[in-house]
């Protein structure tokens, strides 16, 4: 474990066996950590195993083998037979329902966690402690109220203080904002970052709305069928995803198919072709032999238009298109516009960019050679197994 590591997972398996006796694998040897400050994201698909991993971590699911170790304490080691019950791993948690005291006011809610410490808070520290949580979660005015008398986005934000205010060492939140409406979301979205980075918490977020993801996580780690697919920063994700499966969870992406015209390897600039023969300028993060199948990524704000027969940009692949169609969104328009092989692609013009354009509208499409990603062609996927099979993976 490296010196300022606040938790580290390693090796998590958990398999359910469901009522028919089927095993279901929910984590597949999981592993990760996050640093002191860190707001870490999980993000996937439902039933990746986003979920059970949090549960593990704060104890509330037993694990089948692996070791969960916070600030150096062991919390589980299967190999060992180390499991510390959920009440001792001095974990904040907010989870999708408020879960808050119904029977309680604002106050007593907040209040509760710290008057379970041992050694016993003074009333005074209680209620210092109170005030500044509250406060920081913009309730304080609502302190007498009870809690079943509050907005559903003020009950979210009294469990956010409820579980700040006991200061944990670690702040575990499973898609915290998904009962909120949109508008109320985007300002909880904002108010959480601001508080774990007031609190100066350490946070393990999980979600699977790439939009939370990208905007709060420091480093956020893609899901895929109870593994982590890629690790980084939301930049990184973004445009150096690893594989097409993050590529088209995270953010949108054209998908063409091409052909290496030069071997490619990692760090090194060459050629792909499409189909009707166009040779595009590629940098290749993988390694490809010559000849070989591969798929082409290029995000939709990546293709740019120009006019037709434009030269284009040095360092870019310039295609000839007719736009088929655009949706105006204000501050950008999608186009989708055809390649001479029937191929469709979505372009996007930002402000007034492309007025005078329209549908039937020959162009130039422009990719920078930086923003065409390279992907192994996916392998093909296999039969499906009987009913009667193990249902792993
Ligand atoms: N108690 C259980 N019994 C059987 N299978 C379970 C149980 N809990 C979870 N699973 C299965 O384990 C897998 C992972 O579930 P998990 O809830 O961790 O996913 P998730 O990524 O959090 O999904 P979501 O975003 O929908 O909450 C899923 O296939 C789910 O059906």
């Known amino acids: 474990m490296t010196s300022d590591a606040v938790l580290l997972v390693e090796d998590l398996e958990k398999h359910h066996v469901d009522a028919s006796g089927h095993r279901n694998t929910a984590v597949?040897?999981?592993?990760?950590?996050?640093?002191?400050?860190?707001?870490?994201?999980?993000?996937?698909?439902?039933?990746?195993?986003?979920?059970?991993?949090?549960?593990?971590?704060?104890?509330?699911?037993?694990?089948?083998?692996?070791?969960?170790?916070?600030?150096g304490q062991v919390l589980n080691d299967t190999a060992q037979g180390i499991a510390v019950p959920p009440n001792r791993r001095q974990l904040g948690m907010v989870f999708q329902s408020y879960a808050i005291w119904p029977h309680m006011t604002v106050t007593q809610n907040v209040a509760f966690p710290l008057r379970m410490q041992r050694?016993?808070?003074?009333?005074?520290?209680?209620?210092?402690?109170?005030?500044?949580?509250?406060?920081?979660?913009?309730?304080?005015?609502?302190s007498n109220r009870m809690a079943t008398a509050l907005s559903g986005g003020q009950q979210q934000r009294l469990a956010l203080a409820r579980a700040l205010v006991a200061r944990p060492r670690?702040?575990?939140?499973?898609?915290?904002?998904?009962?909120?409406?949109?508008?109320?979301?985007?300002?909880?979205?904002?108010?959480?970052?601001?508080?774990?980075?007031?609190f100066g918490t350490t946070a393990l977020y999980v979600t699977h709305d790439q939009t939370e993801a990208l905007s709060m996580s420091s480093r956020l780690a893609v899901m895929n069928q109870g593994r982590i697919v890629q690790e980084g920063s939301p930049a990184d994700i973004y445009y150096r995803p690893a594989d097409e499966f993050v590529a088209r969870f995270v953010g949108e992406m054209n998908m063409l198919g091409a052909t290496a015209d030069t071997p490619l390897t990692p760090g090194t600039t060459g050629t792909v072709r499409l189909s009707d023969g166009t040779a595009l300028p590629v940098h290749a993060a993988i390694s490809v032999a010559k000849g070989q199948t591969v798929s082409l990524g290029a995000r939709y704000e990546s293709v740019t238009i120009l006019p037709a027969g434009t030269p284009g940009p040095?360092?870019?692949?310039?295609?000839?298109?007719?736009?088929?169609?655009?949706?105006?969104?204000?501050?950008?328009?999608?186009?989708?516009?055809?390649?001479?092989?029937?191929t469709e692609l979505v372009a996007t013009s930002i402000g007034r960019q492309a007025d005078g354009l329209s549908p039937g509208s020959a162009v130039s499409l422009a990719i920078a050679r930086q923003d065409l990603l390279v992907f192994p062609t996916p392998a093909a996927t296999p039969p499906a197994q009987p009913a009667s099979g193990d249902a792993d993976g």
């Open 28 to 71: 597949d040897g999981l592993s990760f950590e996050m640093r002191q400050g860190d707001f870490y994201t999980l993000l996937g698909p439902s039933g990746c195993g986003k979920s059970t991993t949090l549960r593990a971590i704060a104890g509330l699911e037993p694990i089948d083998t692996g070791r969960i170790t916070l600030h």
């Open 314 to 342: 040095a360092d870019a692949a310039i295609l000839p298109a007719v736009l088929t169609g655009q949706v105006f969104l204000g501050e950008i328009r999608r186009w989708s516009a055809r390649l001479p092989d029937g």
């Open 170 to 198: 670690l702040l575990l939140l499973d898609e915290p904002l998904s009962n909120l409406d949109a508008r109320l979301r985007s300002s909880m979205l904002a108010e959480l970052t601001r508080l774990q980075r007031d």
């Open 119 to 142: 050694p016993k808070l003074s009333s005074r520290d209680i209620a210092a402690r109170v005030h500044e949580a509250l406060a920081a979660v913009q309730l304080d005015s609502f």
